[in-house]
């Protein structure tokens, strides 16, 4: 696989997380935009794409949230940690997120629910740390030196996770596939059940 298929592989995936998490969980409507078109995909073209994204990664699919009827984080969450009591889970958050994070649904409650770990973004680092939610949070921020003992944090807990940034181009990236979609809205593979 060449570089550039890789960048758009880890793009798409990363896309789908958060068109999955950002807009279906937090705002109930699984819309994707694309050049200011905004295309509604069904939860079996999310999933397939998902599922195509993870192939190579130790990411299990699974469709939760749709068999629980759940539309806001904090609904999965609780749903999640009552059908796992022995796991433990860390939400992970895009920079560019933290500015709505507290538009959320109960985003208090979910941030004592499980550790969130942000991950950098370029171009989000001064509107994240300036986020309203960052009023609150700031003093649950946890050095990045601790990032790696996040089960033995007690919530909430915030870590800012400074990662490699990918710098490739989202606009190019659409360019070049403009219907990637589509091609996941007439097959699945089934769903996988935690």
């Not at 798409?12 to 279906?24: G, I, K, S």
Request: charged fraction near 30%.
């Amino acid at each position: 696989m060449t570089r550039d298929a890789q960048r758009a592989r880890v793009y798409a995936a990363e896309q789908f997380v958060r068109t999955l998490f950002d807009r279906t969980a937090e705002h109930g409507d699984p819309v994707v935009e694309f050049f200011g078109t905004q295309l509604t995909l069904p939860p079996e073209a999310r999933f397939a794409s998902a599922e195509a994204m993870a192939v190579d990664a130790p990411i299990r699919v699974s469709d939760f949230e749709v068999r629980n009827g759940t539309r806001y984080t904090v609904d999965t969450l609780e749903k999640l940690m009552r059908r796992f009591p022995k796991h433990r889970f860390i939400w992970l958050m895009g920079e560019d997120t933290v500015a709505q994070f507290h538009q959320w649904k109960r985003w208090r409650v979910l941030a004592r629910m499980v550790p969130i770990a942000v991950l950098s973004r370029p171009g989000y680092d001064d509107d994240a740390r300036a986020a309203r939610a960052m009023g609150w949070l700031r003093r649950f921020v946890r050095p990045a030196c601790q990032a790696r003992n996040w089960t033995e944090w007690s919530v909430p807990a915030i870590n800012f996770l400074r990662l490699p940034p990918d710098r490739t181009s989202a606009t190019r990236l659409r360019a070049l596939n403009p219907d990637w979609h589509r091609r996941f809205s007439s097959h699945r593979r089934g769903p996988v059940h935690p």
